[in-house]
């Protein structure tokens, strides 16, 4: 089974820290993407990786910067975190291929004072 | 329109049937997914569906699919408590992504 898993279940911040959200995923998977779930809005994509050191701006990338130095690795990082960043963060992964399934990690929920 | 969309809430007893729907986008979509949320986790595959395909059983869960009308839905028989949850349909964009909806928050009662 396709394991995914993040770094924190809760997470609590101050308002101006840098924030890193980390996420793993251990079947060797092309694409990695990071989401935020809000209330009402449903999950909104913040940005994606289809490949190490590759990164492409999803819907909400404003606030957000990536990195993945390692294929099975990919961080979400909040330079300068923000009240309006409370939320809850979803990381997935996929093999690229069909059916193009996803596959989600536990989330990280994130209050920022 | 541009979104996948769903109602937001059901409600249902014990035991009986519950049916999920959702209106995608794109009628050329190759497959579409059905996801479950249990509260405070991440999202977990439930089922998808390709294309060519009508209808799928699994077990307690059922999808139809009717692409005329790009029209989806999840039917789960005897629902049960372990069953309430929020359900988000998704359809793959380009780039081998996926578009969500708003996802329908399913309560069983007892």
């Known amino acids: 089974d396709v394991k995914v898993t993040q770094s924190s279940r809760y997470l609590v911040k101050r308002t101006g820290e840098k924030v890193f959200l980390e996420c793993v995923q251990d079947m060797d998977h092309e694409n990695m993407f990071w989401y935020r779930q809000d209330p009402g809005l449903g999950l909104r994509l913040i940005y994606f990786?289809?490949?190490?050191?590759?990164?492409e701006k999803g819907d909400i990338p404003e606030g957000y910067s990536v990195s993945r130095e390692k294929k099975e690795r990919f961080s979400l990082i909040l330079e300068s975190a923000s009240t309006n960043q409370t939320s809850m963060y979803l990381c997935a992964s996929s093999s690229g291929q069909e059916p193009y399934t996803q596959y989600f990690g536990p989330g990280t929920r994130l209050t920022v004072l | 329109g541009e979104d996948v969309e769903q109602s937001l809430f059901l409600s249902v007893r014990e035991g009986d049937s519950s049916v999920i729907n959702c209106t995608y986008t794109?009628?050329?979509?190759?497959?579409l997914y059905w996801y479950k949320q249990e509260p405070g986790a991440g999202l977990q595959l439930l089922t998808y569906?390709?294309?060519?395909?009508d209808m799928k059983q699994d077990q307690r869960l059922t999808v139809l699919l009717n692409k005329k009308d790009k029209h989806l839905s999840l039917r789960i028989a005897d629902t049960q408590t372990g069953d309430s949850a929020i359900y988000f349909c998704a359809e793959p964009n380009a780039g081998n992504m996926l578009t969500f909806g708003g996802g329908t928050r399913l309560m069983v009662k007892p």
């Open positions: 794109d009628s050329s979509s190759t497959y």
């Open positions: 569906i390709f294309s060519n395909m």
């Open positions: 990786s289809y490949d190490v050191k590759m990164k």
